[in-house]
């Protein structure tokens, strides 16, 4: 019987490795243009970590979190909690007041797997530690608007505001009344969070709690000045950066830690309308984990799955990746000259593919094909006579005759043009 891969679990093969590669360097590219460093945590972390920074009655923690029980560790679910207890324990903040971190890896939830959404899956997440300026919550939202555009992707921007502990609960109340007096038209899961995670009810995507929730009170009409101000200066700060955005009061994030800015990239490229970037602040988190106090931060994460699965709609066509020789061996003495002259040229610093496999002269040039070579070298048995090698040029198909002896540098010397 074979084995599969669990349930949830994908391999990633080579021939979808070019599109991860390719997000992998865009996103390097862009996050570090922005002055971000990449930091990178272990995959295990104590339970405790995930329910203190997500929170203990959130779908996460109560359902889908990978726990070994016994041992009281958990497959980190998300990557926002482990960066701050890294930054506190490693004391990040005392060698630079703010820090601008990224990191790239896989996340572990055990859901129902669908579209895009595996219960091992990777993402990508920066984070701001040690800012509370508004322009600082512009100015990531404009990398994140940068990095779709530079992959080729159509987002659409959305933005809220949740605000803060001094204005939150105030309008948790009022959200309270509100969801009471329909609380026998709302599927199970909204029931149950009507009193412990109310501002999960307004991002129920049931049809029929969607329309219960439509006329609700917006937190947007409840914040304190000082949300207000900053909600505010956020918009600016967008509109300064020419940045399209629009306002959902109806967005909030799934994890208690989030207060003020909250933000979606959003796509209608996956069917219904879709996040495939999420993000926001929560200044009171740090302080929470044990780290210094007043110590705010803002950051957004992307599932690579779902970007892969946009690149793959659009059709985007990669060049493949291109290798500076094939060698040819032709017939056992060909292929060993090859054998030694590959190793040397690999230690030279070329990218050098041969077949080992004693196949015909035409089924390597084949492979030289799909190898996307810049140059072919054949060696076979004449060639080794006569002590002349045939270099070809895969593109324009021109050949010359190299000295066997000397053709490590003779093909270096053409790599170089």
């Known amino acids: 019987m074979k084995i599969k891969a669990l349930k949830g679990f994908k391999d ?3 021939d979808e490795i070019e599109l991860w590669n390719f997000i992998d360097k865009t996103a390097r590219s862009v996050f570090e243009r922005f002055n971000f460093s990449e930091i990178r945590m272990p995959i295990l972390e104590a339970t405790e970590l995930f329910a203190r920074s997500i929170g203990e009655t959130t779908d996460i923690v109560e359902k889908e979190m990978y726990t070994f029980p016994d041992k009281k560790i958990t497959m980190r679910p998300e990557a926002t909690a482990s960066m701050l207890r890294a930054y506190i324990e490693n004391g990040l903040y005392a060698k630079k007041p703010v820090q601008r971190l990224f990191t790239i ?8 797997p669908q579209k895009g959404r595996l219960r091992q899956f990777h993402q990508l997440d920066v984070e701001v530690l040690g800012s509370e300026n508004s322009l600082v919550d512009a100015e990531l939202m404009a990398m994140g608007a940068l990095f779709f555009n530079e992959l080729g992707i159509d987002v659409s921007l959305e ?5 803060c502990p001094e204005c939150r609960p105030g309008y948790r109340k009022i959200l309270i009344d509100y969801i009471t007096t329909r609380l026998d038209n709302l599927c199970s899961d909204c029931k149950r969070r009507a009193h412990t995670n109310p501002l999960r009810v307004l991002d129920c995507k049931v049809p029929g709690c969607r329309e219960q929730i439509k006329s609700a009170p917006s937190v947007q009409d409840h914040l304190c000045q000082g949300c207000r101000t900053h909600f505010d200066n956020v918009q600016k700060g967008l509109e300064m950066l020419n940045i399209e ?9 799934g994890l208690d830690y989030y207060c003020k800015t909250t933000f979606e990239f959003i ?7 879709s996040a495939v970037a999420a993000g926001g602040r929560y200044d009171g988190l740090i302080e929470e984990l044990g780290g210094p106090k007043n110590s705010p931060g803002i950051g957004f994460a992307m599932g690579v799955e779902r970007i892969v699965l946009l690149l793959q709609q659009q059709k985007s066509v990669l060049e493949s990746a291109e290798i500076d020789l094939y060698i040819a061996g032709i017939g056992e003495p060909g292929a060993l000259s090859g054998y030694r002259l590959a190793h040397q040229l690999r230690k030279e610093g070329w990218s050098v593919a041969m077949d080992h ?5 035409k089924s390597q040039m084949k492979q030289a094909d799909k190898a996307n070579a810049r140059y072919t070298l054949i060696i076979g048995e004449s060639e080794l006579e006569k002590g002349k090698g045939l270099l070809r040029d895969m593109k324009n198909r021109d050949a010359e005759q ?4 000397l053709s490590a540098t ?8």
């Not at 933005?159 to 605000?163: D, E, K, R, T, Y």
């Not at 003779?410 to 043009?417: D, F, T, Y």
């Open 410 to 417: 003779a093909i270096v010397n053409r790599l170089q043009q």
């Open 105 to 112: 890896g896989p996340m572990f939830r055990h859901e129902r």
């Open 12 to 14: 990633i093969v080579p």
């Open 357 to 361: 496999e004693g196949k015909s002269l």
């Open 245 to 253: 955005y629009s306002l959902n009061k109806f967005m909030v994030r």
């Open 267 to 273: 796509t209608g490229d996956l069917g219904a309308q």
């Open 159 to 163: 933005l809220n505001s949740l605000g």
């Open 402 to 405: 190299v000295d066997v002896e």
